[in-house]
């Protein structure tokens, strides 16, 4: 039995990759129980370096396979695992759109392999929810804007490391067996997951295939009342999910290897609940009870199949390519009641059509990098590389097959070099490099929808203008660079500087357009965001001692903020935003044999301009709960013995209030709360049994997205998830 879980802060000179933060702490290798110590030699591939994180300018976290179970095995997702071990990361919403969950203040770009999830010409939400966490081997995050992996970096990157190739010949494996129920272990909270994965090695050529299942029961809260249903947004709850995955490879020459990995995820809704609105003014949250929901439930699919080749040895460097296709359908779901924003009187009176949107997403990519140290000056080593991204988003409404937000074609072409020098024998390095983005985009001509007449009050109906489309696009060389001295193994000090960009939202944008006429081809409000993020901190890892200082600030000239308006719909203001914050993480390894005590602090503060008819560039108003998370104080303990494995956790989200010129409603204020979670786990001769318990106090709380947005909608007033238990066990083979 194998279970690693490795960690290490680094820097990554614009680019994705890192270590687990401090407040979850590094896991030792353990195999058969042994604890052994982990390869210190840490690889961030979607760095697009073989250089060490320490040679790198930017904050990197991996959270290991060990640390990643763990919290998959409490809350049940790779997003809330990234949530809850990273305090600049939003608070999850506990539904299937990550709609204002964001890293640093700004939507981070979710990966697999390298592979792009996220869709910002038409975010929806979904790019947390596109594989099962049973395939995933590591998560590789970076923090802060930064343009190396491309478009939509600007709060960082969070890639997915699939399973590797099998390392020992023959037939080998895993299987997993889990079961999830609510503390009163009422009989629709009951859920459950199978997975298994076989991989075969012989000679040059291995496969590894499998598949999960995965169904959901409905949440209950602290006071045993089911969790509310976000019919249009969706849900993770009262839910089914299947993965099928597959890697075929092959090593060629003694130093390549040709990867050919598929992967199919389909999370789809059963519909068996419609929400139960609360009243905040009596503190009661929204819930829900059985019914019939109109149209199809809410589902998410995302289909992605990539090549690469890899090669350490040509011309003496290393070359890595890869080519992929991806491509996901995000349902929204339908609502009891008709949206007024789908109504047209030449179809259905007024008030009475029933109508659901759809996300249609493809990708087309390939990336190439090539890195050596330069002939005669060994310690300059050297990146070039080629990125180029086609893709192609729409979102119809399924009903009635009419167009909500327009097909818009994105094309990005962008070279790249990176280079890295060693001075002093490793005591002060340099970083930096230069990215060309060359970013276009094509929207034909189209009309919004009709809805009811615009009359200037509500923002929720278009009018059906008629709209004039382009070819708006951008092209921007976006530097990165930092130094970094480190006197003595494991303290270092470091400063460094990146950009990043993303596209605004030009579905939410677009299908918003209000005055005949307009041209896209020169309308500012499609213009892309570029951020940047500065930042200069210390670290030290000797001994039992492992503790990192980070301070960041970051600012946009022409940035996103994202508004709620109700009825599960999002538009977007563009205002310059800044945004600075503050990251302690201190780990120590006690005298207690196998016990490891950590915390992590993240104090983060964003304010925008608020002028949109005259903005000043002065920013005068608090960005709210949809655009930033609160601090948060993480506390954990760790301890190993032998078979044993145990880990308790608190996160502490603490109470802020939003100020400002544009007067932000008091009701919107957070109160704050903590969760406390609790994990353990046993290994035998038969495999590892599990038990995990989610919220162990059974605190009742209303979650942050809740509390810090739509004062007065009484659907949209969720309460956090009561204790709730899982029952695992799994297997290799």
């Known amino acids: 039995m194998l279970v690693r879980s490795m960690s290490r802060r680094g820097w990554l000179s614009g680019v994705a990759l890192g270590v687990m933060t401090l407040a979850q702490p590094a896991l030792a290798e353990t195999v058969d129980g042994e604890e052994k110590q982990g390869d210190p030699d840490i690889v961030v591939t979607a760095a697009r370096t073989i250089l060490p994180p320490n040679a790198l300018p930017l904050t990197i976290d991996i959270i290991g396979k060990a640390a990643l179970d763990q919290q998959i095995a409490i809350s049940g997702s790779v997003t809330d695992a990234v949530a809850v071990l990273t305090p ?127 169904r959901r029961g409905v949440f209950y809260d602290a006071q045993d009342r089911r969790i509310g249903i976000n019919l249009t947004q969706g849900e993770t709850q009262d839910s089914r999910a299947l993965n099928l995955f597959a890697r075929i490879g092959m090593t060629v020459r003694g130093t390549g290897r040709i990867d050919l990995i598929a992967n199919r995820y389909e999370l789809n809704g059963y519909g068996n609940f419609v929400p139960l609105a609360g009243k905040r003014t009596a503190g009661i949250p929204t819930s829900a009870v059985r019914g019939n929901p109109p149209g199809k439930p809410a589902a998410n699919r995302a289909e992605a199949l990539s090549l690469s080749y890899t090669d350490s040895d040509v011309a003496g460097g290393n070359l890595t390519a890869q080519i992929f296709f991806n491509r996901t359908y995000d349902t929204f779901g339908g609502e009891p009641n008709p949206i007024p924003t789908f109504q047209d009187p030449a179809i259905a009176p007024l008030g009475t059509l029933l109508d659901q949107s759809e996300n249609r997403s493809r990708k087309l990519g390939a990336r190439a990098s090539y890195e050596r140290a330069v002939p005669g000056f060994e310690a300059l080593t050297a990146t070039i590389g080629f990125d180029a991204l086609y893709d192609k988003s729409e979102q119809r409404l399924i009903a009635t097959d009419r167009v909500w937000v327009p097909p818009a074609d994105f094309q990005s072409l962008a070279p790249f070099a990176q280079a890295n020098l060693k001075l002093f024998d490793g005591v002060v390095r340099l970083a930096g490099g230069l990215r060309w983005e060359n970013v276009k985009v094509r929207i034909a001509d189209y009309h919004t929808l009709a809805s009811t007449t615009y009359n200037g009050t509500n923002p929720a109906t278009y009018g059906g203008v008629a709209v004039k489309g382009g070819k708006p696009g951008f092209n921007r ?10 006197p003595m193994p494991g303290i270092r000090a470091y400063v460094s500087y990146a950009e990043g960009f993303t596209m605004a939202d030009i579905g939410r944008i677009t299908r918003s357009v209000r005055t005949p006429g307009t041209d896209l081809s020169s309308f500012r409000a499609i213009d892309p965001v570029i951020s940047n993020n500065r930042e200069v901190g210390v670290e030290v890892k000797r001994g039992p001692l492992d503790a990192s200082a980070t301070y960041f600030w970051s600012s946009s000239n022409n940035g996103q903020v994202l508004l709620a308006l109700g009825n599960g719909i999002f538009e977007v203001q563009r205002q310059r935003v800044e945004i600075q914050g503050l990251e302690l993480n201190l780990a120590v390894k006690t005298p207690l044999d196998g016990l490891r005590v950590s915390t992590g602090y993240a104090h983060i503060l964003g304010r925008y301009d608020s002028d949109t008819r005259a903005p000043d560039g002065i920013v005068d108003t608090d960005l709210d709960g949809s655009n930033i998370s609160p601090d948060r104080l993480n506390l954990a303990a760790d301890y190993v013995a032998g078979p044993l494995t145990a880990r308790v956790q608190t996160q502490f989200y603490l109470a802020r ?56 909608d009484n659907l949209a007033f969720f309460a956090g998830r009561g204790r709730t238990f899982t029952l695992g066990w799994d297997y290799r083979f």
């Open 88 to 214: 600049s990361f939003s608070p999850t919403r506990g539904k299937l759109s990550g709609a204002g969950e964001t890293l640093r203040g700004r939507s981070p770009l979710y990966a697999i392999n390298g592979i792009p999830q996220t869709t910002p010409l038409r975010d929806s939400g979904r790019d947390g929810f596109t594989i099962d966490g049973f395939f995933v081997d590591r998560v590789e995050l970076i923090y802060g804007s930064n343009a190396l992996q491309g478009v939509g970096g600007t709060g960082g990157i969070i890639n997915q490391v699939t399973v590797g190739a099998p390392t020992v010949e023959g037939l080998s494996g895993r299987a997993l067996l889990q079961g999830t129920a609510g503390d009163k272990f009422e009989d629709d909270s009951l859920g459950g997951k199978a997975a298994g994965l076989v991989q075969y090695k012989a000679g040059a050529f291995d496969a590894t295939v499998g598949a999960s299942f995965e």
């Open 477 to 486: 060389i976006m530097p990165n660079g930092g130094v970094i001295v480190e």
């Open 657 to 712: 209030n939003f100020r400002g010129k544009a007067n932000p409603d008091p009701r919107n204020n957070f109160a704050g709360y903590n969760v406390t979670d609790a994990f353990l786990r046993y290994q035998t001769r038969f495999g590892g049994l599990t038990l995990s318990a989610q919220n162990v106090f059974d605190r009742f709380y209303i979650d942050y997205n809740s509390d810090t947005r739509l004062p007065n």
